[in-house]
């Protein structure tokens, strides 16, 4: 490819590029892309302008990405949240099926909502006392009365 004008800067830097570090959002998460991936990229300001057909064919590598990045989120919080009390505690907590944080540990790609619910509580597990008064009931916030 050609060096072209870069649409958002308009220096004449446009132009494919691949390598090491570069990451890319895909739905919530920055996700690492691979190493040999050349993206239409402008060396003055970082753009990467990506037509439609090369949005497509990104799809799948970033998705696979994404779910990647997520397993390995999950994993890293549930080894600290199993180090605080056991897996099926949390379960209980959390209102899942017994077994299920095993399971997604191993070989499932979580949901985003519960990757997000672990990582809180991961990083505070003095939470889990606000969640067991929410499940029983109580309100920590103030009626708007």
Do not use: F
């Not at 390598?19 to 990467?48: F, I, Q, Y």
């Not at 590598?61 to 999950?74: D, G, M, N, R, T």
Request: proline content about 8%; aromatic content about 4%; glycine content about 6%.
């Amino acid at each position: 490819m050609k060096l072209v004008n870069c649409p958002v800067c308009e220096k004449r830097t446009l132009g494919l590029r691949a390598g090491p570090g570069r990451t890319m959002k895909h739905r919530n998460l920055e996700v690492p892309l691979p190493d040999d991936l050349a993206l239409p990229e402008c060396s003055s300001c970082g753009a990467r302008p990506i037509d439609w057909k090369t949005a497509k064919s990104l799809d799948p590598i970033l998705q696979a990405a994404w779910e990647a990045k997520l397993s390995s989120l999950v994993a890293a919080d549930l080894e600290v949240l199993a180090a605080i009390r056991p897996l099926y505690e949390w379960e209980r907590l959390l209102k899942l099926s017994v077994g299920y944080l095993s399971k997604i540990r191993g070989e499932k790609t979580p949901g985003a909502q519960l990757v997000v619910l672990l990582r809180l509580l991961a990083n505070d597990p003095e939470r889990a006392a606000e969640l067991e008064s929410l499940w029983a009931g109580a309100s920590s916030s103030p009626d708007p009365e």
